[in-house]
C-alpha cells in the first residue's frame, strides 16, 4: 500500500493510503464518502457512505466500499458445494448483467462466479449468515436453504406471502416456513 500526502481542510498535511485493486486499473485513494457525496460502489452497486476507495483519476467514478475492497477472490459456499465461486469485478456475460442465483435480483458489479455452473451470487448473498435468529417472527432459528424439498410450499413467516421456488430462503422445516432474504 502507498501513500499519499494531502493537504487537510484546516492546512495540516495528512497521509492517505492508496491501493491497488484487482478490479480496476486505476490506484484507490483512501477517503470518507458522505451522503451527499451520492457514491454508489462498483463492487456491490449500493450506496457508500463511510470510509470508501476512490479512483485517484478526476474522470473516473469508480469507488469501493471498504468492506468490498477486501472481499476474497475465491470462497466456497454450503449452498454450491460443487465448486468454488470465483470474485469477477463485473458478470461473464455478453450483454454485462448476471442474475443472482440467490435472491433472484440482477447485478452489474461484482459477481461471485462458478463457470461450471453459471452460477452467480450478488456479494451480499455470499455472505449471507448460516443461521438467522428472528423470534420476532418465528420461535424456531431459521436456516439458510438453496433447495426446497420437492412439493414442499413455505409461507413467509414476516410477509406472509408464497416463497418462490428456485431462490434460497431461510426456513423451519418443522413448523413448513421460512423468511424471504429480503424479508430476514
Known amino acids: 500500500m502507498a501513500m499519499v500526502m494531502k493537504s487537510?481542510?484546516?492546512?495540516?498535511e495528512e497521509t492517505q493510503p492508496i491501493i491497488s485493486h484487482f478490479s480496476h486499473r486505476h490506484p484507490l485513494e483512501s477517503s470518507e464518502l458522505h451522503e451527499d457525496d451520492n457514491g454508489v460502489c462498483s463492487g456491490c452497486e449500493h450506496d457508500v457512505v463511510g470510509p470508501a476507495y476512490v479512483c485517484t483519476k478526476a474522470t473516473c467514478h469508480f469507488l469501493l466500499h471498504g468492506l468490498c475492497s477486501d472481499l476474497p477472490r475465491r470462497l466456497r459456499h454450503r449452498c454450491h458445494p460443487s465448486h468454488p465461486l470465483a470474485l469477477l469485478p463485473s458478470p461473464p456475460y455478453g450483454d454485462g448483467e448476471f442474475t443472482c442465483d440467490a435472491c433472484g435480483r440482477s447485478g452489474h458489479g461484482f459477481t461471485y462466479h462458478c463457470g461450471a455452473c453459471k452460477f452467480d451470487l450478488h456479494v451480499e448473498c455470499a455472505s449471507l449468515p448460516e443461521i438467522e435468529d428472528r423470534r420476532d417472527v418465528h420461535q424456531h432459528a431459521l436456516i439458510l436453504t438453496a433447495d426446497l424439498p420437492d412439493g414442499q410450499d413455505l409461507?413467509?413467516?414476516?410477509?406472509?406471502?408464497f416463497v418462490a421456488k428456485g431462490l434460497w430462503v431461510y426456513c423451519c422445516l418443522a413448523c413448513k416456513c421460512g423468511l424471504h432474504l429480503s424479508c430476514a
Open 8 to 12: 487537510s481542510d484546516d492546512g495540516r
Open 155 to 161: 409461507v413467509c413467516c414476516a410477509c406472509d406471502d
